[in-house]
Every structure is written in structure tokens, then in C-alpha cells.
């Protein structure tokens, strides 16, 4: 059968989804009309970006980048409307194009996409004109029948919120792809693979696209939502899916997956400086018939030719930060002859939007990069759901004494003062319960609160940092079994995690011991923290699950459920005139 994408986008279904693992067939723009001349390669641009998070408005973040001085500075960037004319601008220059995205384009979302259950960024990626879109870890926070509905449309509640509130929803237009993610008869949830194919006769190019979650995406989501699924390895995935493509014609093979790295040194967009991360060792066992990996998960930006990091895998690798704050413009240029890529390059365009004021001061736009405006239409898609959502988003909750913020850039594996504030909140929600300690993940941490200018705080603000709603869980733990949880911090299973401590509670780490003793003091309420000793603690309940990696929390004695972080946090907030921004460090390696 043909499934038609808007925006005249043909889309060729070559195996109904009650048989998943087969690939998705489409035809193109471009299609029947060479990309450059009658001889030579054939060019596509693949319009590139991953870990969209329902960011409907800019976000109040920026992009590092060069400043054309040795040094760095902040651009602002984001914003659906700009992202939208920032895809086009690419997109014009390639008669031939394909525009795919690596994972979690959904959930952890900006409020006024979470509480329509983000139905709203589903009909922004179908008017941008989205082609491909791989399953990340957040895609499944709802679960795999809200998965379903995303997909296919349809306004049947599975979850606590209402669909369909302010319009029918038809589902995406463009489609998922999950070729890791399986049933017990093996069976992948969307289709592993898809093919897109322009100009014709001597002169077509067909590209093969394998999209795909990581493996531990199990850790990352609540059990009950992915009841009866598993998380294939991800090479393993891959490199069964790239015969079957070469097997249906494709020239090019390009991999969509929610897997990532990260990069050392002074920021670069464009840059890929001491790679380090999970996506590495998944590339080095990788097919060398892979051309291009488009990857996410990370929240960071970078370009990486890795055939110089492995020159047996000559592979192209790519990610976009996060936010929609950029979007990858990548060139492969296909030899129709031989039926293979002879060249590739890319880079990331900062999706520059609009100024604002951070924790540090106005963010004001450049004329070193692109200043993009927003595309009307998208503007005005947008507003509607903004102004739906400003009942929630515009009601004061109480004052802070300054900004509370996160680590950032080499320091991303701290919670810093926002940290501190959140696992405060929660321990002062549970004290009913026994709670003593509590802890929080630096990764659940996902926007700095900015007061106003007389300290006042919305719901908007807060639920920007923590839009998960997860309940806190209060359990018993022994002093070595908190131990052993925080060692997991700096195991090998997972970037590096130093989770935020309450008031009362501290620890230093050493990372230079071996793994598994790299704790050397903690301290609770001014003495060492005695190993045999119980002790209530306090997590929400992505950790109390083992999310992050963080399995010490699981299964814990007495275990008594609170209410959702959100609730903690606004209780906190507002308990008192001025609440202070806790700054004082809690966490940190010796000798700091």
C-alpha cells in the first residue's frame, strides 16, 4: 500500500507494521530530476537533528560556539519557528533531500507541549516535513500503546491526561522506526528500516535508513510501560539490518540512533575533540558499509570524521545538541555507478532566534552566525498551544534568592544549586515518612530556574526544570548499600552522574582510585557516615526504578511513595517568603 506524508512527500510502505521488521519504501523530492548534472555523483542533503524534547518555544538557552577570537561565546538559539525556517534554508539547497531524527523528539517537554501529550510537537515535525524519526528512551515515558498513538493518531486515552484537547489528532506523518525494539516472537515495534529513493534510471540513489534506541533504555523508563518489550544490542541490530537494505538497493546506509558521546575541550559545534562515550564502541563493531550515523541521547553537539579515531570505519558521525538550539546539514554524494558514497561532510547550524536574560546576564544575538526568523506558520501553530497552556505556566508560586542552576559543559555531571534546591524540596515532602537524606540525579535536571527580577517564580519556571512527574519514593538503605549507590556514579556502565545530596549530607570522590572505591568521605550531619548504620532516603521514582544506571535504589526495604517531584518542588518554594538557592557544595572531588 502507499501511505502519503504531507506536504507531498510519497511515502511507500512495503510491509504492513503487523510485520515490522520490514523497511519503509519512499520516494521523495526531487525524485526523477538529477541532483547535479547528467555525469558524476548524485547529491542528498540529509537535514539532521535529535533530542527535540517538545521544545515548541526557545528554550532561554544557548549554543557555545567559537567567537572568532581563540575564545567562546553564547548564542541563543531554539524555537520551533526558527527551527523550522533554519530546516528550510537547508533544505533549498538540495533538490534532493531527506530530513531525519535520532530519538526523543517527545516527552521531558516545554509545558505547553507535555500537557496536550505533546500532540502539538508531533504536528509541528509534520508541517516541518519530518521523514524519519528513531525511537529514543523518552519516546516509551508514556508508554508503548501512547507510542502506538503517536504514530498512528486516534484520540484514546492511555495515560492520566486527555488527548485531543484543543484538536483531533491524525498521528505523524512521517515514521517511527524501532528496529531494536522487539516482542517475544521477535517482532520490532515500528519497522526497523527505511528506504528513500530519488531520480530514476541510471541516475537514482536509494538511501537506507536503520533507526534505533539504546540498549539500556531499560534502565531509563518505568517497567510497566515497556512491559513485554526488549532492547536489542545495538551493533548487533544494525549490522543484521545492513545486507537486507543492500539487498533492496540501497547505495547509502545511514543510522538513526538514540546513543551518544561527548567531547573534551573548549566547546565546538563543528568539533570532535578526545570523542569519548557509549556510541564509540558501538561504531567500532559496526558494519563498514555504514556511511552515516546520526546520533543523540547525550545533549551534545558534534562532528566526527571517525575514520580518524578508527581508521577500519570510515564512518561519518553527527549529533545536534538538543532543543532544536541546532539542526545538522549533512552532504553525501552517491556514485550512481558503483552504487556507493564517494564523499561526505557536515556541519551544525545554530539555530539562532532570540535574545534573553540568563542566570548570568542578556544573552544577545550575533551577526557571526545565521539569525533566523521564525516561519509564520509554525509561530502560529505554536501560540495556540502557549496560550492554551499560560493557566498553568503564568501562576506565581513564591520567590528564590537568585537563579539556581545546573553544571554545565565539563561540569554537566553536577547537580550544582539547582541540584541542592530539588533534593531539599524532596526531603523536606518526605520527613513524614522518616525521610533524612534524599538525593537527585543530575540528568533529571533539565532547565535552570531564572527568577524574575523581584525573585517571583511561575509553575512554568519550575516545571521546565523537572516536566517528568514522577512521584518521590522514600526507602531504607545501610550506609554502605548509599555508598555503593553513589559509586555507580563513576562506574563504567554510563557517562559520569555525581548525584545532588540534601542539606546535611556530603561526599568527596577520588576519581583516580579504581571503580567501586571511588567514595573516600561522606558525612552526615557533620559526622562520617556510619556504613551499618539505616538511614531513610529519599529518591523520585525514575532512581527508586534504577534509572540512570543507578540499581542500588532498587527493591529497597519499607518503601513508602510520596508526592511527584513537581509538587515537592512548589511546596518548597513556596513555604516561605524568600527561599534561599542552597549554595554551598555538597559534592565534589577531594581537594576541592
Known sequence: ?????????????????????????????????????????????????NDFHGSLEPPRQSVLAPDGKGGTMQVPA????????????????????????????????????SLYLDEPTIGVMNRIGVDFNAVGNHEFD?????????????????????????????GATFRYLAASTKDASGKTLFPATGIKSFGEGSRKVTIGVIGLTLKGTVDLVSPEGIRGYTFADEADTINAAVPQLKAQGADAIVVLIHEGGKTKGTPDPNGCNDLVGDIKPILDRLDTRVDLVVSGHT????????????????????????????VTDI?????????????????????????????????????LYPQFQPRADILEYVKRYVDASKAFTTRPIGKLSGPATR??????????TLGNLIADAQLAATRSAGA??????PFGLRAPIVPAADGMVT??????????????????????????????????????????????????????????????????NGKPLDLKARYRVTVNGFLALGGDTFSGFVGKPDAVTGPTDMEALESWVKAVPLRTVPAEVRAAPVGR
Not at 525524485?31 to 539532521?48: C, H, M
Not at 519557528?81 to 538540495?94: C, D, G, M, Q, V
Not at 557536515?346 to 544573552?363: D, E
Request: charged content about 20%.
Open 1 to 49: 500500500m502507499t501511505y502519503v506524508l504531507r506536504g507531498a512527500v510519497a511515502l511507500t510502505v512495503s510491509v504492513l507494521l503487523s510485520a515490522c521488521a520490514g523497511p519503509i519504501a519512499s520516494t521523495g523530492p526531487g525524485a526523477g530530476s538529477p541532483a547535479v548534472t547528467e555525469a558524476g555523483p548524485v547529491e542528498v542533503g540529509i537535514i539532521a537533528f
Open 78 to 113: 531554539g524555537g520551533a519557528a526558527w527551527f523550522a525556517s533554519a530546516l528550510e534554508s537547508i533544505r533549498s539547497k538540495y533538490p534532493n533531500h531527506l530530513t531525519v531524527s535520532a530519538g526523543d523528539m517527545i516527552s521531558a517537554s516545554q509545558l505547553a507541549s
Open 142 to 170: 508514556r508508554g508503548t500503546r501512547e507510542l502506538r498513538r503517536m504514530q498512528d493518531g486516534g484520540c484514546e486515552k492511555f495515560t492520566a491526561k486527555q488527548p485531543c484537547q484543543l484538536e483531533p489528532f491524525t
Open 299 to 326: 545533549h551534545w553537539e558534534y562532528v566526527c570524521d571517525y575514520g580518524k579515531i578508527n581508521p577500519a570505519k570510515p564512518i561519518l558521525l553527527t549529533s545536534a545538541g538538543v532543543y532544536g538550539k541546532e
Open 331 to 367: 552532504t553525501l554524494e552517491i556514485d550512481p555507478v558503483r552504487h556507493q558514497v564517494v564523499s561526505k561532510k557536515a556541519h551544525n547550524v545554530i539555530v539562532q532566534s532570540i535574545p534573553y536574560t540568563s542566570a548570568t546576564g542578556l544573552r544577545e544575538n550575533t551577526t
Open 407 to 416: 553544571g554545565d559543559g565539563a561540569e554537566s555531571a553536577f547537580g550544582g
Open 436 to 441: 533524612q537524606i534524599a538525593f537527585m540525579n
Open 459 to 524: 509553575f512554568g519556571d519550575l516545571y521546565q526544570t523537572q516536566p517528568f512527574g514522577n512521584e518521590v519514593v522514600t526507602e531504607t538503605m545501610t550506609g554502605a548499600e548509599i555508598k555503593a549507590t553513589l559509586e555507580q556514579g563513576f562506574d563504567s556502565n554510563g557517562p559520569e552522574q555525581v548525584l545532588s545530596p540534601s542539606a546535611g549530607f556530603s561526599f568527596r570522590f577520588d576519581r583516580s582510585r579504581p571503580i567501586g572505591d571511588r567514595i573516600v568521605a561522606m558525612t552526615f
